[in-house]
């Protein structure tokens, strides 16, 4: 009962949302259905898109749907903004506009979820506290205050009943998607319920702010001593799950060119920084903002840019960080047997595939770039029309490339927004130049061979106490094995049939080691 009683409340939702869909002229997706262009067609008739939405690009009329139809969605649509390789170049970049911005609620409300969080009055924290916000978005809003102890802060407060709204709408896009991946198994490519799992997780994220405190922090220690990128100081002590309180930021919004011209601050140069910081955070760190746009970034009077904002982060492991690099020298070196060969070696691309036939794909994507000067490449189509191309190989997704191509997408955006005339890649050049001679020349990957060959010997003897262990175990009856198999286990010294074998492997990969060491 509680089943058919689900199914019904998010069938009352979904017409409700297919009405407000039909009115922006945003249910074109249907028509990939079969049957589904009629019911477009009747849905037209029915209720007439909205005279502002006529003329408008397909993805700038569901971005205006999503925004009606509030923060759930809104987000979802951030999500479908990383899909590129699902629903064109086009419709994501209009999708990766979606602004998360909502009016604020009462600032009493916001004073009692920080006496609630903190246990205190709101002037035994504050000596001062504007209840009016000065930015509200779907999760949290942020206002100003005053510690009691004399230092200018911004507190960032959840807003009231956000977690229990997102619950019902995630609930209704993951009853959707699974009969998606029921009723038509060929849409399980797109993978919808992986989509809303993932959006799911975001959302737990963003709803505890000790974690996006804790990804701040983290951020600030790896820029530590860095000049021209910083983070704002945290006050833990004044931050709990529903509310954050940072050091406040003085500066010029990064988007308001002219302020930052008056200031005396070169565009170029800031380019330069927002380039060297993007670059440290991906390939240096593995950890990065992936909310780059021009409201979370600022323009302190030194011409350092502060970041804020960091309910969304991205991570890279070496594995990611590596792939990523050795296919972007091979694109910009026309070498595409190794662009090829890279997702392969990865584990990307499934060894069932023609290489032959991946490294042909790559070089559709890779010749046009060879006619256009670095300063003209944008890296994040690059990588766009790669996801594109890698569906028809079987690629599986990965999602950490997905947040690192929108992000890209953001931060190219924001430097053509600068300075039209230069290129952040460029830019970065010797920075990445650097980088790959340190970590992808020949010799440093045969040190990297050889430190993951010693690091599987030092893991070798615990491997073997367990097996030792597991031997005993069979012999003394602590698994219940026939005591025949037992003694063959065992052999006739006690060394079972599995002892020799091992010491032999372990030699085997000693010797590797060596090899690898001496070449």
């Not at 509680?2 to 945003?26: E, N, Q």
């Not at 198999?485 to 074998?501: A, C, D, E, K, S």
């Amino acid at each position: 009962m509680t089943g058919l009683w689900r199914g019904a409340r998010h069938i009352i939702t979904l017409l409700r949302i297919g009405v407000l869909l039909a009115r922006h002229d945003a249910l074109f997706p249907l028509e990939w259905l079969t049957f589904g262009a009629g019911f477009v067609r009747l849905t037209r008739l029915l209720f007439p898109p909205r005279a502002e939405v006529v003329g408008l690009r397909p993805g700038v009329r569901v971005a205006l749907a999503l925004q009606r139809l509030g923060p759930s969605y809104i987000k979802l649509g951030q999500a479908l903004s990383t899909r590129s390789d699902l629903i064109g170049e086009e419709m994501a970049a209009d999708l990766s506009s979606l602004q998360d911005k909502l009016p604020p609620f009462p600032g009493a409300q916001a004073i009692a979820v920080i006496e609630a969080e903190l246990g205190q009055k709101i002037d035994q924290l504050f000596s001062q506290f504007d209840a009016q916000a000065i930015a509200a978005a779907s999760v949290a809003q942020v206002h100003f205050a005053t510690t009691s102890d004399g230092l200018d802060v911004a507190v960032k407060v959840l807003r009231p009943g956000v977690a229990e709204a997102f619950d019902r709408d995630l609930d209704l896009l993951m009853w959707l998607a699974e009969r998606i991946e029921g009723w038509r198994p060929e849409w399980q490519r797109v993978h919808p319920i992986e989509i809303v799992h993932r959006l799911r997780q975001s959302v737990e994220f963003e709803m505890d702010l000790r974690l996006e405190a804790a990804a701040a922090a983290e951020l600030a220690e790896n820029f530590a001593g860095d000049e021209g990128f910083r983070v704002p100081r945290i006050d833990w002590s004044r931050t709990a799950k529903r509310m954050l309180t940072t050091e406040r930021i003085r500066g010029i919004p990064i988007g308001d060119k002219e302020a930052i011209r008056a200031a005396g601050i070169e565009a170029r140069d800031l380019v330069g920084k927002a380039a060297a910081a993007f670059f440290a955070m991906v390939f240096r760190d593995g950890f990065f903002h992936a909310d780059l746009h021009p409201g979370n970034l600022f323009v302190a009077a030194d011409g350092a840019i502060v970041a804020v904002d960091f309910g969304i982060m991205g991570r890279l492991d070496r594995k990611h960080r590596y792939y990523l690099a050795d296919m972007l020298l091979g694109f910009l070196t026309g070498n595409y047997r190794q662009v090829a060969q890279v997702h392969f070696d990865a584990g990307f691309v499934p060894a069932s595939e023609s290489v032959e036939a991946f490294t042909q794909a790559c070089r559709s994507i890779g010749e046009p770039l060879l006619e256009r000067p670095l300063e003209q490449i944008s890296v994040a189509r690059l990588l766009s029309q790669l996801f594109q191309i890698t569906g028809q190989f079987k690629m599986e997704t990965q999602p950490q490339l997905l947040m690192l191509q929108k992000t890209m997408v953001l931060a190219e955006g924001l430097g053509r927004q600068l300075d039209p005339t230069v290129n952040m890649w460029e830019l970065a050049r010797p920075l990445i130049e650097e980088w790959m001679a340190l970590n992808r020349s020949a010799p440093a990957r045969a040190m990297l061979g050889a430190a993951d060959l010693l690091g599987s010997l030092e893991r070798l003897p615990a491997l073997l106490g367990d097996v030792e262990r597991t031997l005993k175990q069979l012999a003394h009856g602590g698994l219940p094995l026939h005591p025949d198999t037992v003694r063959v286990l065992q052999g006739p010294q006690g060394r079972g049939p599995l002892f020799w074998p091992l010491w032999i492997a372990a030699l085997a990969l000693a010797a590797l080691a060596l090899a690898q060491w001496v070449r």
